[in-house]
């Protein structure tokens, strides 16, 4: 059975849906978590050692399990949240909670590349801790936060494929539904190109905005 146009053209839709919101709402909880790292960690600006020694190890333990197992782990959570553990929508929580602490993990390793100096000096002109958050950490580091948030639009991308297993919609959903368990090669073939195409799109994007803001 051939697949229409339309229906690829909705899973398009669904996959930059799952992206787009997902990546936001990761995007918010992987600052939160990275910067909350960084700080907190010992001889920094908030240093504490309580803090970080209980948001380091849960970002451990989410970044180690595998997206398909916190998929099905967490269908009472997404049942709470959304009202159902089927479908687009619902994807988007388990997708949050694998993402958010990759991109804890890219923060963090960005945030760490500004010289210390620059914090020193920041101290030295009275700056208080969320000044320099705000105004010499994240700055200096920005260049390179793009990257990494680059990277995890890249990882979400595959991670939305592997929802669609579980009927999550999605480009992933029409490749296993329609390619591999109707045996349509050609089916598995275009989504294959679309999410290859998707990835390349980013990889040059973000790419394009690292070096503008470092020459900036």
């Keep these: ?10 899973a398009i839709w669904e996959t930059l849906y799952m992206v787009s919101v997902g990546l ?3 995007s918010i909880l992987g600052l939160i978590l990275g910067i909350t790292v960084v700080v907190t960690r010992k001889g920094h600006i908030l240093e504490n050692r309580w803090v970080y020694g209980i948001v380091n190890p849960i970002v451990n333990v989410l970044r180690s399990i595998p997206f398909i197992i916190l998929l099905v782990a967490i269908i009472p959570l997404t049942k709470f949240i959304v009202g159902t553990a089927i479908g687009t929508t619902a994807a988007i929580v388990p997708l ?14 960005s945030l760490l590349e ?6 020193e ?22 260049p390179s936060l793009i990257l990494s948030i680059t990277t ?20 992933g959903d029409v490749a296993i539904t329609y390619g591999y368990q109707r045996f349509d090669e050609m089916t598995t073939f275009v989504t294959v190109v679309i999410l290859v195409v998707f990835v390349q799109l980013i990889q040059m994007v973000g790419h394009k905005l690292e070096r503008y803001f470092r020459h900036a």
């Design 121 to 142: 000096a920041a101290k030295a002109m009275g700056a208080t801790p969320l000044q320099i958050i705000r105004k010499f950490l994240i700055p200096e580091a920005f």
């Design 24 to 26: 936001f709402f990761g």
């Design 152 to 171: 995890a639009t890249i990882g979400l991308i595959g991670a939305t494929a592997m929802a669609g297993a579980v009927g999550a919609g999605g480009l």
């Design 1 to 10: 059975m051939e697949v229409s146009p339309k229906i690829i053209l909705r």
């Design 114 to 119: 500004v010289d210390n100096g620059i914090i």
């Design 96 to 109: 949050v909670l694998h993402i958010g602490p990759y991109i804890s993990r890219l923060i963090e390793n």
